[in-house]
Every structure is written in structure tokens, then in C-alpha cells.
């Protein structure tokens, strides 16, 4: 596999990865893999064929036979499991818990590699996660970690979740994205960490476009363009 023009964007949840990777895949016209989506449709069909997250072999299976695919609509992304449309369903704090436990043992992350490895397509990957710098593609071009404060993060989410009209407690908010940290850093396998050669961004007290601009700017010096 060419290890040529991929940019790994790892960092917690709530650093703005997300919206950073459909930028620059938009701008540079490079695809994209958002890898946490990939551990939530996983958790999503486990879920719904009833599936015990402790039986590991079964789990594997599944990741290894999953149907899955995304599909930009114009707005946004579709994803689709088995051809059914079900991006609306893996946001659920549900959905999230089961990712987070699945995305905890080791055979099941080694099942999702290859798939993981094969959104690499010319011209580029911008590849979104937890491990991609570290794990999945540790010849990228670029990496990046994006941080930003655990109240900063409570703070988007607050927002977000407040634009959609839920009545939430910041406080609450706050107390879950501290424990998801602590669980994503200490976890044994592929713990959240930037990778040796990683560029850490800290996008506390930058807007998306700042960020945006900062990457841009190291993959152009990288790559000359
Ligand atoms: O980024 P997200 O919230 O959609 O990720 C869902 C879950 O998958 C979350 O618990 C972190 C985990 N994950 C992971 O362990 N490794 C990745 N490369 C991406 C996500």
C-alpha cells in the first residue's frame, strides 16, 4: 500500500476532529476515513443482532463481514449498513457505550485493520481517530493530534446539544467526556495518545478555520505544494 499523501487527525472526542477532516478532504479532494464511525456501526449491528460484547470470536466475525459503506449526499455522509441508512442511529449515548467497549479489544481493532487501511485511494486519505498516527497508518505523510481543554469540549457539546433543543447539564457533560479521556489514554491496547512524530495542535482557543489553516499549511510544507 502507497503510504503517500495520507494525514492522520487523531485526538479526543470533542476536539473538533470531525469537522476539521470534512474540511480538508473537501478542500484537498482526498478521501475520507472517520474511523470512529466504523467502531459505532460495529457496536450498532452487534446491538442489534443481539450480540453478547464479551463474546469476542463473534464479534470479530461481524467485524469482518460487516457490509458497510459511506456515501457523501451533498449535505453530509450517509452511512450504510447491509444498504440501509443508519447514520441517524449512531449517535446514541447507546451506540457510544458499546463503541467505547468494543473498541477496547484487540481482535476485534486487528479485524477492523485492513478495512481501515483500504480507505487509502488516490490522490489522499485524511484519516480521523484515535490510533491512525499511531496504529493504522504509521507512515502517513502528516500527523496530527488535536486536543483541546476537557471544559472546552464540554462546552461544544453543551452547545451542540442545546442548537438541538436538549436540556443538559454542563456539569454532566463535563464529568463523561473526563471519564471517557481517562478510559481512551489508559486503555492498553491503542490508547489515545499523540504518535512520536505527531504535530499536536491545542484547538482550545482556535476557531475550525485555525485549525484548518494550520494544517494546511504543514501538509503544504511537506509536500511541497
Ligand atoms: O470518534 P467516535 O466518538 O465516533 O468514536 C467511537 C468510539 O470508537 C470511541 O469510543 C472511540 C473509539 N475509537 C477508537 O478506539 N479508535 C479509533 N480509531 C476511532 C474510534
Not at 470531525?18 to 464511525?37: E, F, P, R
Not at 447491509?82 to 449512531?90: F, K, T, V
Not at 478510559?183 to 504535530?199: G, S
Request: contains cysteine.
Amino acid at each position: 500500500m502507497a503510504t503517500t499523501n495520507i494525514i492522520t487527525i487523531d485526538g479526543p472526542s470533542g476536539s473538533g476532529k470531525g469537522t476539521v477532516c470534512h474540511i480538508l478532504a473537501k478542500k484537498l479532494q482526498w478521501n475520507l476515513l472517520d474511523s470512529g464511525a466504523l467502531y459505532r456501526v460495529l457496536a450498532f449491528a452487534a446491538l442489534q443482532q443481539k450480540i453478547d460484547l464479551k463474546d469476542h470470536q463473534t464479534l470479530v466475525k461481524l467485524a469482518l463481514d460487516l457490509q458497510v459503506s459511506f456515501q457523501s449526499n451533498g449535505v453530509g455522509v450517509d452511512t450504510l449498513l447491509s444498504g440501509n441508512n443508519i447514520g441517524d442511529q449512531l449517535r446514541t449515548e447507546i451506540v457510544a457505550d458499546a463503541a467505547s467497549q468494543i473498541a477496547s479489544i484487540e481482535v476485534v481493532r486487528d479485524a477492523l485493520l485492513a478495512r481501515q487501511k483500504a480507505f487509502y485511494q488516490k490522490p489522499g486519505l485524511i484519516a480521523d481517530g484515535r490510533d491512525m498516527g499511531t496504529v493504522v497508518f504509521p507512515d502517513a505523510t502528516v500527523k496530527v493530534f488535536l486536543d483541546a481543554s476537557a471544559e472546552e469540549r464540554a462546552q461544544r457539546r453543551f452547545n451542540q446539544l442545546q442548537e438541538k433543543g436538549f436540556s443538559v447539564s454542563i456539569a454532566q457533560i463535563l464529568s463523561e467526556i473526563k471519564e471517557r479521556d481517562f478510559r481512551d489514554r489508559n486503555r492498553t491496547v491503542a490508547p489515545l495518545r499523540p504518535a512520536e512524530d505527531a504535530f499536536v495542535i491545542d484547538s482550545t482557543c482556535l476557531t475550525i478555520d485555525e485549525v484548518v489553516e494550520q494544517i494546511l499549511n504543514l501538509v503544504a510544507h511537506k509536500l511541497n505544494l
